[in-house]
């Protein structure tokens, strides 16, 4: 709890105190902790002397913030128009399935978390999956498998 | 430095490119460039130059637009020709650097062409069948100059506009501008000098420019790609803009999905402003002005004008009503200028080469260029820059290079969520701004995806319309409402729920949210279901009547068959890749799908080897044939 508030300072007080930088001060929060915590959000408002609901309200408004841990491997699958027409929603399916959690959620380990996201704009290797920051191009449902295990071995297992 | 001084080093800078005395390596590695394996490839040249002690230099360069040949290589040698290499990998380099950089073959097997005309078999890049349909002015940098090295711009002509335009009358500037015809780029194609001018006349301080990099179709990259491999055109045309508009202070708005797009520009500026490109007092003209970059934080609505404004302001980004109009009152309050990065960056070569010029470019209303960002089932998918008035057909078949494998081209999907679902035989549609709009689909972002015949239409339109209502800001109900109605008829269509009559209730629903919606979103929102039922109703109707995917997507109306001539027996890999266990052996061997328990994942049709080719889908999916009993003994 200190050393959150303390890492917060440290980012609150490089940043102008102005209302103004309301997104971009969640952006660094949000970079720096892998989400927006309930902790954060409301020192924030307090820093900003806005109220806590209007932090929410932006946080909440904006695709970009999210307000559960990202895992050590988050997982991107794009949903893309070229993605799309490519397979992409067969590939999403079979990563949840493997990963045996929803979009938006975190195996128990926090190993993995999965999202969805929009062109990532590399349309010419669709379907594509983003794994930190590697793009994995050309995924199929049974690719998926093999993907896990390479990244981490005993991934499987461990998500289950 | 006077600008000619800053010129002249610019120039010796690139001509140690070009023309020095070393070999030059120049690797592509926009996003497209790095997803299809570049960094291992810088790396692979720089440990293979130096162990074997080879004098050479190489520089990271943006991206030419041939996304699907990447990573591409420009080998640059002096006394030499510079080759241009395709898909190279890592393993490759060896024999790039012995034989081309160390020796004297150019290894034109490997390489898509020359870059420089010569005699003999080799390929001369822009003679390449694709680009004598393309007509580069954005993208005539890309590719092949550093987009952080600014000295790379400037010996291109870069800043000449800039230095001319701060010896003009404003009011020049903006007459230039609407004369040349320019016309937004941002989807709309508003004409830009009528909104300079609307902007120069409110005598109200301070103004605003602010760019707007949002790119939020989810199938569209021309702005990064233009930002990521020639960001100063932009800036030129920023400041250009201030200086015209009378503003101070610019902001590029640019979603925070695109780092590396927000690191090249955040180095271009830097550089722009060491060179009092930008900044106070720029070039000692008396005129100032500064550029700031806001990361956006995803929201496709955000893109809309207004709602930009209010997102830079820290606020939601929801559109508001208009007037006022932003050139009165946009940010904070104060009259704004707001253009898409395409938009300025059309400006320095039109104060260079002139009004009458690029109005030489393009069709009656339409003047200038269009980039595109070609995906989906083509050959060539990547960039392409064309005249205005250049068709669909050329764009998809002589540039895109047509249908991959032995498909059938079905439609063309152009302007993304707010575009239409075109089909063959408006394939003759000229592409420029009201044609597209009489044909029901839109300019918009530039994202033109061409479909072939294993693409369902209603599936397709349920996924724009999926992505609209959710990116819907929710501010009018006929939009959050409204989508979400026509969603569900989709998913019931889709489903094999649908009823006949839904089809019409579709178009009356798109009708009224076009009417009873304030921004774009939920007034194109409707374009790809109306579009699609214009020109596919057929496929609708099968869905609804028949239960019937014919294009064996809509995964409710399909089946997975196991064809059992087919079925080699021996093998087993449609066994072991289903995820669920649906699969089994009968006594003879056959593979059998129990299809009570199949999850329709394609796995098996994937993983079944091309040579046998057993697996197919069918639809109706009580289509599959009843399994036969087979004796015992
Ligand atoms: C929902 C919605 C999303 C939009 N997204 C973008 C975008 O990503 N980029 C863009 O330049 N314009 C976008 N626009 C258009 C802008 O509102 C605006 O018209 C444009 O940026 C103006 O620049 P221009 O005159 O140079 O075209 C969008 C409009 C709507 C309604
Ligand atoms: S649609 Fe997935 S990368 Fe563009």
């Given at each position: 709890m200190e050393e959150l508030r303390k890492e917060l300072a440290d980012i609150l007080l490089a940043d102008r105190k102005d209302r103004r930088h309301l997104i971009a001060l969640l952006q660094k929060v949000q970079q720096k902790l892998g989400y927006l915590s309930r902790e954060a959000m409301l020192a924030i408002a307090d820093y900003l002397k806005i109220p806590e609901s209007t932090v929410y309200g932006i946080a909440t408004f904006y695709n970009q913030f999210r307000f559960v841990p990202l895992g050590k491997y988050p997982v991107k699958i794009c949903m893309g128009t070229a993605c799309h027409l490519a397979g992409g929603a067969l590939v999403l399916e079979a990563m949840a399935r493997e990963l045996d959690i929803e979009v938006g959620g975190i195996t128990p380990d926090h190993e993995f978390s999965l999202e969805r996201v929009a062109c990532v704009g590399c349309c010419a290797l669709a379907p594509v999956v983003v794994i930190g920051d590697t793009v994995y191009p050309r995924m199929t449902p049974p690719k998926v498998e093999e993907l896990l295990v390479t990244i981490k071995p005993a991934s499987k297992k461990a998500a289950k | 430095m006077t600008f000619e001084e800053i010129q002249k080093e610019a120039k010796a800078d690139w001509d140690s490119l070009y023309h020095g005395r070393a070999p030059h390596i120049l690797i592509g590695t926009a996003t497209c460039g790095r997803a299809a394996g570049a960094m291992p490839v810088v790396e692979a040249f720089n440990e293979e130059l130096a162990r074997r002690n080879v004098q050479a230099r190489v520089t990271e360069v943006g991206c030419i637009g041939l996304c699907s040949l990447e990573p591409l290589v420009i080998v640059v040698k002096p006394d030499s020709f510079a080759v241009c290499y395709h898909n190279v990998t890592p393993q490759m380099v060896p024999t790039l650097v012995e034989s081309y950089i160390q020796n004297d073959d150019p290894c034109l097997d490997l390489a898509l062409g020359t870059v420089e005309a010569v005699e003999?078999?080799?390929?001369y890049i822009p003679e390449l069948s694709r680009f004598e349909h393309e007509h580069r002015l954005l993208m005539r940098n890309c590719g092949y100059i550093d987009p952080v090295n600014v000295n790379h711009y400037i010996a291109n002509g870069g800043y000449t506009s800039l230095v001319k335009a701060l010896q003009m009358e404003p009011a020049a500037i903006v007459e230039e501008i609407k004369k040349s015809g320019l016309r937004g780029r941002g989807g709309a194609g508003f004409p830009t000098g009528r909104k300079w001018e609307l902007c120069r006349r409110t005598p109200v301080q301070p103004k605003y420019v602010i760019c707007n990099a949002d790119e939020g179709d989810p199938g569209a990259f021309m702005d990064r790609i233009v930002l990521e491999s020639d960001p100063q055109q932009v800036i030129e045309g920023m400041i250009i803009a201030a200086y015209a508009i009378g503003a101070t202070e610019g902001f590029v708005y640019i979603r925070a999905e695109y780092p590396l797009a927000i690191e090249r520009l955040t180095v271009a500026l830097e550089q722009a402003r060491r060179l009092n490109l930008l900044g106070d007092n720029i070039l000692g003209s008396g005129f100032s002005f500064d550029i700031e970059i806001v990361q956006g934080a995803g929201a496709f609505v955000t893109g809309e004008s207004t709602a930009l404004m209010y997102a830079i302001e820290g606020k939601r980004s929801m559109p508001r009503a208009r007037p006022p109009r932003s050139v009165k009152a946009g940010l904070w309050g104060k009259p704004t200028v707001l253009n898409n990065v395409k938009t300025y960056a059309y400006v320095p070569l039109i104060l260079s080469r002139g009004a009458d010029w690029f109005s030489g470019i393009g069709t009656e209303n339409s003047k200038g260029t269009a980039v595109f960002a070609l995906a989906g089932k083509l050959v060539n998918t990547g960039l392409a820059e064309v005249a205005m008035g250049t068709t669909l057909r050329q764009l998809i078949?002589?540039?895109?290079?047509?249908?991959?494998?032995s498909k059938k081209f079905k439609a063309v999907q152009i302007g993304g969520p707010s575009g239409g679902c075109l089909p063959e035989e408006m394939l003759d549609t000229p592409v420029d701004f009201d044609s597209l709009r009489r044909a029901g689909a839109i300019m918009g972002s530039g994202g033109v995806i061409a479909m072939d015949e294993d693409n369902c239409m209603v599936d397709t339109a349920k996924f724009f319309l999926d992505f609209s209502q959710r990116e819907?800001?929710?501010?009018c109900s006929t939009c959050r409402l409204g989508t979400k109605q026509m969603l569900d008829i989709l998913e019931d269509i889709t489903a094999g729920r649908g009823r006949i009559e839904d089809i019409d209730l579709l178009i009356e629903l798109a009708e009224d949210i076009k009417d009873g919606s304030l921004c774009g979103l939920g007034r194109t929102a409707p374009n790809p279901v109306l579009t699609t039922i214009r020109y596919f109703r057929d496929e609708y109707e099968a869905h609804i009547v028949e239960k019937r995917c014919p294009a064996l997507v809509c995964k409710e109306l399909i089946a997975y068959y196991i064809l059992p001539e087919k079925c080699e027996r021996g093998c087993e890999h449609c066994v072991l890749v289903c995820p669920v266990e649906a699969i089994s052996t009968t006594e003879k061997g056959i593979k059998v799908i129990d299809q009570a328990k199949c999850?329709?994942?394609g796995s098996c049709q994937l993983v079944c080897p091309p040579e046998y080719n057993a697996v197919i889908r069918l639809s109706p999916p009580d289509s599959v044939p009843a399994r036969r009993v087979e004796k015992s003994g």
């Open positions: - | 003999g078999e080799a390929v078949f002589d540039i895109g290079g047509g249908i991959r494998g819907s800001c929710g501010k999850s329709k994942c």
